[in-house]
């Protein structure tokens, strides 16, 4: 079993800032934790993920910038911060977590939603104009 609690949403101004938390707690094993967003009538799209064990990060092409991922390991806890937000960033975010085979598998395939079986609760952001 794995438990994905995210924290650190809410409302923020345009240009402003936020930190995202996701901590994992259970039994179940896991080596890669992703973020992922779905804003209202959208796709759920990848902002980043980490395979925790070397401590490897990805972030969407889109992103790289404004976004970065970190981790507390002792702490099974990822972080996404975010810079420079925009109201089209607006939208739940959530944290996910898997077992991946190896760090090339992950590498393909972060930012698949179907890769990860493991959910968070989501949190909501909200950046106004």
């Known amino acids: 079993q794995v438990q994905l609690v995210e924290s650190g949403g809410g409302s923020v101004q345009a240009g402003g800032s936020l930190r995202l938390a996701c901590r994992a707690s259970?039994?179940?094993?896991?080596?890669?934790m992703g973020w992922f967003r779905q804003a209202s009538g959208k796709e759920r799209e990848g902002i980043a993920g980490i395979f925790m064990k070397l401590g490897l990060t990805y972030i969407d092409d889109s992103e790289k910038g404004r976004v970065t991922i970190s981790q507390d390991y002792a702490k099974k806890t990822v972080y996404l911060q975010m810079n420079s937000l925009e109201p089209q960033d607006t939208a739940i975010y959530y944290c996910a977590a898997a077992s991946f085979v190896s760090p090339s598998v992950y590498a393909a395939r972060w930012s698949t939603p179907s890769a990860y079986p493991n959910w968070g609760q989501g949190t909501q952001v909200t950046v106004s104009s």
């Open positions: 259970g039994s179940g094993y896991v080596n890669s």
